[in-house]
Structures are given as structure tokens and as C-alpha cells.
């Protein structure tokens, strides 16, 4: 227990100091007017309250990463925590500020369109079809996942499942059309006050129950292999399968959301920062208590067993230390959170294909010739997913790899921004991160099942050579650009 509040201190710690040097870097100016005021169209730039549009980019981001993606990482052991943390602070933190704030000062531009912007076109035509196909990655991962939970509370079975699936795809539709103040803006910050509510009222169970949890200083080694994750390295596995609650290269597709939405580019710590360290705290939590479940004697106490899907152990504590009300409310918060961020992540496909096309979406018309293709092939991979038992084990792992590679590009955009417009030192603060999460997706792809299932071995040779390479060629670039300028 003692790990898991020094790690909730140095998240908090890390919004004042490390949040506040990022601000800094970028310098944001209150007096330039935000593209919800030069752009405003009543359907994506609306001006919103600060505080809402922080609870709907908290939302959005969340979905089932700081939930599931915690709970499968924490089979690992405690080193969990410490990707969490510095994941949050240095790398997940940073660029979601850095994205929405760029997103901001190029009029509300897509994620492509960012990258493009800094990395050049080729850059931003990779960008353009690996984004919109993680997209609908998300969308389908994010349709299965609350229907599981809302089936196993209605029921259980297989016909449960797939009416609530039903549900979940058609709200998808409706409210990808609708215009962002209208459901987005009304209801989900009382969806996002539903997952803090989850979040707090578990950590208050934890501190009551007080357990016995694997500490940092007892270890950092794999602890798993009597709960699935035999034969799985922590590096670089636990850095793929903790995503969002750590960096999370989806959420650079739903900051440009936000950005639309704000008044005053002072608010961009607090929502896009801010956000992230509020998601790491949530994935801590969920972290913790998996501990607890795994090997502290929590999942004979529920009555269930450790071989549990993080679904099934969701629902298993949420009911078993809440009673019935505070479960319901609390699932109400798991289930609205990957439902949001699902409905956001098509959203921002229709909008990223529309920029990307010049198709204007103030007309229904135009938005359902982007949207139904879209849709086809979030249903297609939603079949796959139902029909192979084993389809969201292997999608989730999918999504993680291809959610960590889209924050590669995003974090190289931004060191390219900073090294070009901001002060000589200024770019090492994404240059580190994005050294790193090459170096991690690219090992990873080498040796998981899911790619080219090279020998374990390897990844001390493939990390530290993908990370000298990516160190090298950024310097190499850097000195190319100095003598071009002439400084």
C-alpha cells in the first residue's frame, strides 16, 4: 500500500512541477484567440466551460485503458507502478499537452494534419490511414468491452452480450452526427464524475481493507506466471499492455477535440495535462487493486478465480466492495468511459477524413458519406471480435501496439516543433519519450506472438539499438538544420 500513495504523490507532484515546465516550454498566450472563436460553426468548435470540457477530455482519453489496461499490467507486479508514474508524467502528460496546444495554434488540425505539418507529407499520409484505422480499432475494441459488462449484468449470456452490442453500435451512429454541445457536452461530464466516483470510492475501500500488496522495494520482477503472463517479458510487454494509463498515442486524436472547444490557451494545462495525470491515477488505483486480487488473497475473498478476464474482474470487486448501489454506480462509470471514448474516437475519424478530403460537415449529408464506410469496417472488425473467443485478447494487443506506435509519430512532431520554435534545450522533453516508445514498439513487434515472435533474448540488443539509432538521426537532423539556418 505504501507504493501505491508515494506513487499517487509523485503524479500529483509531477502536475505542479513537470506540468508547469511544459506550460513554460510551449508558452501559451490567454490573448490569441482559440480556433472555438475564430471557427465557431455550432457543430465541433463550440466554446465550452473550462471545467466540462476538462471532464470530457478526461473521459474521452480514459475509456478502458486506465481500467483493463491496469489490471493486465498489474499480473507483472509492482513495477506496474513505476510505468504508470513516469509514463504519466513525462511521457503521456507531455504529449497531450504539447498535441492539444499544437492542435490549438493550427486552427483545431487533426492528429494528421499535426504531423504533417512537422514531419512532412509522407509523414502525414502514414499518419492519415494508421490513425483512421486505429480509429475504428477503437471503436470496435470499445463497443465489445461495456457490452460484456452490461451482458454479464443482465443476464450473462451470449444473446445478453449481443443485444447490448446492438445498443451500444447504434448510439455509436447517433452520436457521431450529433453536434458536440448536445450529448458530448450535457451528459458526459456526469459519465466522467461516474468513473472518479468508481475510482474514489475503491481507493477508500482499498485504504480501509489496508492488504498486504506486493511492494516496489520487494521487487521488480515478472510476478505473473501464475496468472497468465508466463513467457512475457516486463520489457517491453507491460509497456504495451499499460497504454493509456500511461501514454497513449489515442489520446492525440481526441485532444484536437478539446482544442476546439476552449476559450483561453492558459487552460491547456489543466485539461490536457491535467487529464493525463488524472487518468494515471485512476490506472494506479485499478493497479493496485489487481494486486490485491492477484496475489494478495483478493480474488479468493470475491470468490472468483486469479484466470479471471478484466471484464469479468471489473464487475467481480466493483459489486463485491460496493454493494449493490455503489456497484451500479461505479460500473456505470466503467461502462460510460470505453462507450465515450468510442462514439469520440469515430468522431474523429469522420473529421480527420473530412480534413483530410476538404468535406465540409456542417451538413448531415456530407457527414454520412464520410461516416458509413467508417462504420462498415468498425462492423466487420466487431464480427471478428465476437466470433473468435479469443478476438479481444488479440485485438486489445493490436490496439495497444498500434495506440503506443501512433504516439511515436506524435512525439517526434512535437520535438521537431520544439527544436524549430522553441529554446536550444527545450526539445528534450519529447525527445527522451520518443527515443524510448520507438524503441519500445519496435522491440515489442520484434519478439510478441503478434509480430515476428523473434527469441526474448534479443530485446536488450533490439532496445538499446533502436534507441542509439533514433538518438543519432535526431542529432544528425538537428546539426543539418543548424547549418542550413546559418546559427
Sequence with gaps: MLSLLL???ALILGYVFYGKLAEKIFGPDPARPTPAIEKADGIDYIKMPGWKVFMIQFLNIAGTGPIFGAIMGAKFGPSAYLWIVFGCIFAGAVHDYFTGMLSMRNGGAELPEIVGTYLGKGARTVMLVFTVFMLILVGAVFVYSPAIILGNMTGGTTTAIMIWVGVVFVYYIIATFMPIDKIIGKIYPLFAFSLLFMAVALFIGLLIKWPALPELWQGLGNRGPSVGVQGQPIFPCLFITIACGAISGFHGTQSPLMARCM??????RPIFYGSMITEGIVALIWAAISSYFFFAGGAAELGAQTNAAAPAIVTIVSKGWLGVLGGILAL????AAPITS??????????????????DQTKVGKRLAISIPIFAVTGLLLWFNIADENGFNTIWRYFGWGNQTLSVFTLWAITVFLTKYRGKCAFLISLIPACFMTATCL??????????????????????????VSLLQFFLWRNAQIKRSGN
Design 7 to 9: 506513487s499517487l504523490c
Design 263 to 268: 476559450g483561453n490557451e492558459r487552460m491547456g
Design 332 to 335: 456505470l462509470g466503467v461502462v
Design 342 to 359: 468510442g462514439d469520440t474516437a469515430l468522431r474523429s475519424a469522420r473529421l480527420i477524413v473530412s480534413e483530410a478530403l476538404r468535406v
Design 443 to 468: 522491440t515489442f513487434i520484434c519478439v510478441d506472438k503478434i509480430g515476428f515472435h523473434l527469441p526474448v533474448s534479443l530485446v536488450p540488443w533490439l532496445y538499446a539499438g533502436t534507441f542509439i
